[in-house]
């Protein structure tokens, strides 16, 4: 088993270019998280999931947003990349009141 | 919102020497969980509490969950150059599989 699958690991985009990033999890884990980490901040929810085909806010989902058409996939979308999204994504994965399993990692440079 | 805050940010210890990081919630927490990131990696499960007042203990770390459930701590004994990293807890609120990480604490340990 993978676990919990980030892609792209590392991104550098202009100002105002779009990405997606991807998490895959192939524990059949309801629950899914968008986090980003920034030094000092501590990990800072964006969206999460709470089943297939849900989304909702975190503390900062300004400037994201999520998709969740499959139970396994859970998408991060940036439409207009600024410099303040400059950070280190992870995603994160559990089943209703488990422990959570994280990603790698995705970071995530805007210039 | 749901905020959790956790102190101190740093620690710089001695090896053998004792450490405490700190967690307290603006709200009542349905439960807490712990979790230990190393330089470089990704946040890794440790514990998770869910009853007032329940202590935990895993070899060298002792858990709290204070009886109010808004607050818990993470004590170390006699550190060693291994327990070196950041760590946060996270708190989660009723039935909505939201989950609010701390700032984390950042380990130090001097051989």
């Known amino acids: 088993n993978a676990g919990v699958t980030q892609t792209p690991k590392f991104r550098v985009l202009k100002t105002g270019q779009s990405m997606t990033l991807l998490c895959a999890q192939d524990?059949?884990?309801?629950?899914m998280y968008w986090y980003r980490q920034d030094p000092g901040m501590g990990l800072r929810l964006i969206h999460y999931s709470v089943g297939e085909g849900t989304t909702a806010k975190g503390e900062v989902p300004d400037g994201y947003n999520v998709s969740r058409l499959k139970k396994q996939n859970f998408l991060l979308g940036l439409e207009s990349a600024a410099p303040s999204q400059t950070s280190v994504y992870f995603c994160a994965s559990r089943l209703v009141y488990g422990e959570l399993f994280f990603g790698e990692g995705s970071r995530l440079t805007v210039l | 919102g749901q905020q959790v805050m956790q102190i101190p940010q740093y620690q710089h210890v001695q090896e053998g020497e004792d450490f405490t990081t700190y967690c307290n919630s603006s709200t009542t927490l349905s439960n807490i969980q712990w979790y230990k990131q190393r330089p470089g990696g990704h946040p890794v499960f440790l514990i998770q509490?869910?009853?007032?007042?329940e202590v935990k203990k895993q070899k060298r770390l002792t858990f709290q969950f204070g009886e109010a459930k808004k607050n818990s701590s993470l004590h170390i004994t006699a550190t060693q150059t291994t327990d070196v990293g950041t760590y946060f807890c996270?708190?989660?609120?009723?039935?909505?599989?939201?989950?609010?990480f701390g700032q984390g604490t950042t380990l130090q340990v001097k051989p």
């Open positions: 509490l869910v009853k007032s007042g």
């Open positions: 524990m059949n884990h309801e629950y």
């Open positions: 996270a708190g989660g609120s009723g039935n909505t599989g939201k989950l609010i």
